[in-house]
């Protein structure tokens, strides 16, 4: 019983495209040396698999999008509602759906855009050039690029000495990474892990990104000020570790988690979302806070899949009551992985459920499909982040 309970803490450590990357990964690494022709075999041979669990998992013969779960038929109404087990004939059917509820592992997505919130300010309070911030940033992220070619359990990588007089701006974001800078032989400066090899694998393609929309967003601006220091650059109190459930997804790739997990190398997709689809985030267990903004990024391709009109909604009772939040039609995204910020319309409210209804999408004409690559929620109050889920840096 004690080591299953070992293994439980570990099943949610990471998500499934991180894996299946990292699989393909040491696949091509081990296949490196066939001949071509076996590896035009193995390559057919893995084609065949995918196609085949694609049928199974989508079957052509039975419309399983219109087929739903009864639900937990057991408990009070209120205790399956807590738990987005409600029945599919429930009078709310925005709240139903035959897609499994989600957590999602997202903390590490929250302690990175606070890290470069910390980072930003500095920079303010030292008067630093919007353009020198930008060269810091893209030195930094260079630094990191080299940390994800090392081995992922012994990272270690000598830099410039120079990086060491960014420390005090990069500190936090360090520590976001379970990464520390040491002195080695001959007075190197190595940048090298501070915990758990795992942190920072699950947060380094984060911090990639999110350093590279940083740049892209300092570059789009004249000065870097007082008033600066808000969405889009600003991105702290962001809600994390709740629950997810949407009105339908892609398997294995399109879950509704992955509108939460930070990456541009996911997406949530609806299958039947073109003229309507939902995405519902649950706040942990005990919670409520007043949602002051949101984020959503547009996904990797397919632009006729990008909502155009949706509705922000909250609830104060787990689900069983809704109050508009905000409201926004005839939006475009003009750009792959194109972040708009929106303000909610309606303030005051604590909420413990949020729900995002997307009516329709781009051109409903030309699919089916609706699709994203992330939402991030935020909130007025801060959110508490203990160091203990990361190894603390000495």
Request: proline share 4%; with cysteine; net charge negative.
């Amino acid at each position: 019983m004690g080591k299953w309970l070992e293994v439980l803490s570990r099943r949610n450590i990471t998500t499934e495209p991180v894996v299946s990357a990292a699989v393909t990964k040491l696949t091509n690494e081990c296949r490196r040396n066939f001949t071509s022709l076996a590896l035009s075999v193995l390559q057919d041979r893995d084609n065949n698999e995918s196609e085949e669990l694609d049928r199974d998992l989508l079957s052509q013969d039975e419309d399983y999008s219109s087929v739903s779960l009864p639900g937990r038929q057991s408990g009070d109404k209120e205790w399956r509602l807590s738990r987005s087990e409600t029945a599919p004939d429930s009078n709310d059917s925005l709240s139903t759906s035959s897609c499994p509820t989600r957590t999602c592992i997202d903390k590490h997505v929250t302690r990175v855009h606070n890290a470069i919130a910390r980072l930003l300010s500095l920079c303010v309070e030292n008067s630093v050039p919007r353009y020198r911030v930008s060269e810091i940033s893209n030195i930094f992220r260079k630094m990191l690029v080299d940390v994800r070619s090392s081995s992922h359990k012994a990272r270690r990588v000598v830099v410039n000495p120079f990086i060491m007089l960014l420390f005090p701006y990069f500190d936090e974001l360090l520590r976001a990474l379970s990464l520390k800078f040491e002195i080695g032989g001959y007075g190197r400066v190595e940048v090298c892990l501070a915990g758990e090899p795992v942190f920072t694998s699950l947060s380094l393609p984060v911090v990639l990104d999110a350093l590279e929309d940083l740049i892209n967003s300092l570059n789009k601006i004249n000065s870097l000020d007082g008033d600066s220091l808000s969405l889009p650059l600003i991105k702290s109190n962001r809600i994390h570790s709740g629950m997810v459930v949407a009105s339908g997804e892609e398997l294995p790739f399109g879950i509704a988690t992955s509108a939460f997990d930070g990456l541009r190398a996911s997406k949530w997709e609806e299958p039947n979302g073109s003229k309507g689809g939902w995405i519902l985030y649950r706040l942990k267990d005990g919670m409520a806070c007043e949602l002051a903004a949101y984020e959503i990024t547009s996904a990797n391709d397919a632009p006729e899949r990008d909502p155009m009109d949706w509705v922000v909604e909250g609830s104060t009772d787990g689900g069983s009551n809704w109050y508009i939040l905000d409201k926004r039609a005839s939006q475009v995204f003009e750009d792959r992985f194109q972040c708009r910020s929106f303000e909610v319309q309606r303030q005051g409210l604590c909420c413990n459920v949020f729900r995002f209804r997307f009516l329709a999408v781009k051109d409903i004409q030309s699919t089916s499909r609706l699709q994203l690559c992330s939402i991030n929620l935020y909130t007025r109050g801060q959110l508490s982040l203990e160091l203990s889920d990361f190894e603390v840096i000495d």
